[in-house]
């Protein structure tokens, strides 16, 4: 098996770290409700690209639906998914109720979990057998 090299791939690159942390996404409003639309859908989109330039993340894709978010964005070492979901979540509630008082009727925006999956610029399977193969040499 060809061993990884990190020049072939786009990496992150720190003083004290090279990486590749790729995290999605998924963030639904309280009892999933479909209010993510018009004007509200939009602001939604500019709160994230404001998150996104002031941490230095790099998005990948974002869709605003209805009744969720999908976010894909490439983030330093140092943030962790529980703080970039804390950030959008806290930021776009505290925003968006603010600015669009229809949104005060819910007893929150944001239902209290979220999904979050990693991915990087090889499967894990490619990991896994890359790791198997070092045992032999």
């Known amino acids: ?79 962790s998914a529980a703080e970039i979901a804390r950030w959008v979540k806290g930021r776009s509630s505290r925003y968006l109720r603010a600015e669009f008082p229809s949104l005060k009727k819910l007893p929150c925006l944001w239902s209290p979990s979220y999904f979050v999956a990693t991915t990087g610029m090889v499967s894990t399977d490619t990991i896994r057998k890359y790791i198997e193969n070092q045992r032999g040499k």
């Open 1 to 79: 098996m060809a061993k990884l090299a990190v020049e072939d791939y786009e990496y992150r690159r720190t003083d004290n770290s090279v990486s590749s942390i790729n995290y999605h996404f998924v963030f639904v409003p309280k009892r999933r409700k479909a209010v993510l639309v018009g004007d509200i859908a939009s602001r939604m989109q500019s709160i994230i690209f404001e998150l996104v330039s002031e941490h230095g993340w790099k998005l990948i894709a974002l869709e605003v639906m209805a009744d969720h978010v999908h976010m894909f964005i490439n983030a330093p070492t140092h943030e």
